[in-house]
């Protein structure tokens, strides 16, 4: 199945990404496989490059961008992908507003402490909302991340430069 074919039918619940998990099965998934697991988050947040970490993802090209601005179920999908994210990194949505939940801590939220993989995610989340038509909410999550962040972590200024960077 060629690319575009591929991550539509996957974002549309039809087709199962590498492994075998439909988009479902993803968001049902534990924070601690989220957090322990590297290959899934190339799917639901596809960008235009290929991944160090995952090379069988799908890339975001201008056929599937196209698709996402003409298709709000794929919108949808995605948000709800957000949503899933935003739980396991201890936060909520409601609309465009992005907060924190009750139980943001440093010492359960590893996003928090300066670096690592989950900043890297972050980039990836902010910048495909962005190129996926979804621009209010890229920017909702970019300024949430950035204020948070910095009130309840030790997040560093080269996370923030990328996240600023990402939209």
């Not at 639901?44 to 970490?53: C, D, G, K, V």
């Amino acid at each position: 199945m060629e690319n575009d074919t591929r991550l539509l039918a996957f974002y549309r619940g039809e087709s199962p990404d590498h492994k075998g998990r439909l988009l479902e099965d993803i968001w049902a998934l534990s924070p601690f496989w989220l957090e322990h697991t590297h290959d899934y988050i190339q799917w639901l947040f596809p960008i235009p490059e290929a991944s160090r970490f995952n090379s069988f993802a799908p890339l975001l090209t201008p056929a599937v961008q196209a698709a996402f601005a003409n298709d709000e179920r794929l919108r949808h999908h995605q948000q709800r992908s957000l949503d899933v994210m935003l739980n396991f990194l201890g936060l909520t949505r409601d609309g465009n507003v992005i907060t924190a939940q009750p139980t943001l801590s440093i010492q359960t939220h590893i996003w928090l402490k300066a670096g690592g993989h989950n900043h890297l995610r972050i980039t990836r989340m902010i910048r495909s909302l962005a190129l996926c038509h979804q621009p209010t909410l890229a920017r909702a999550l970019q300024q949430a991340v950035i204020e948070i962040g910095k009130q309840h972590g030790v997040v560093s200024e080269t996370s923030v430069r990328y996240w600023q960077e990402a939209f």
